[in-house]
Nanobody, 126 residues
Framework: QVSLVESGGGVVQAGGSLRLACTHS????????MAWFRQRPGNERGFVAA????????FYGDFMKGRLTISRDNHKNMMYLQMDSLTPEDTAVYYC???????????????????WGQGTQVTVSS
């Protein structure tokens, strides 16, 4: 069973920044693409950003383009999401997921990921 754990959520004022982190166990960390999704109240889970296996090619969804940096540190088994210029519309639960098969480049489809963390709440106050 693959276990993913997110951290770094919290309450921040509009215009502020947060850095989320995610780690997982029981798969060779650097051989799997990973991604962040978010679920706003009353909405389905939506794609935020993904990073490929290995050196980490990245791509971003439309929600927060220009305000995000996704990265990974394979030596520490960690993936990060730096979020800047946050707005109240960014309030959501943020989830990290690991791609179903190794050596992928990340996808925006939720079905490409077979394990998820429990989510971390991000609340942006106005």
């Amino acid at each position: 069973q693959v276990s993913l754990v997110e951290s770094g959520g919290g309450v921040v004022q509009a215009g502020g920044s947060l850095r989320l982190a995610c780690t997982h166990s029981q798969r060779t960390f650097d051989t799997y693409a990973m991604a962040w999704f978010r679920q706003r109240p009353g909405n389905e889970r939506g794609f935020v950003a993904a990073i490929s296996w290995g050196v980490g090619e990245v791509f971003y969804g439309d929600f927060m383009k220009g305000r995000l940096t996704i990265s990974r540190d394979n030596h520490k088994n960690m993936m990060y999401l730096q979020m800047d210029s946050l707005t109240p519309e960014d309030t959501a639960v943020y989830y990290c997921g690991i791609e179903r098969t190794p050596y992928g480049f990340g996808q925006s489809s939720e079905s490409a990921y077979d394990h998820w963390g429990q989510g971390t709440q991000v609340t942006v106050s106005s």
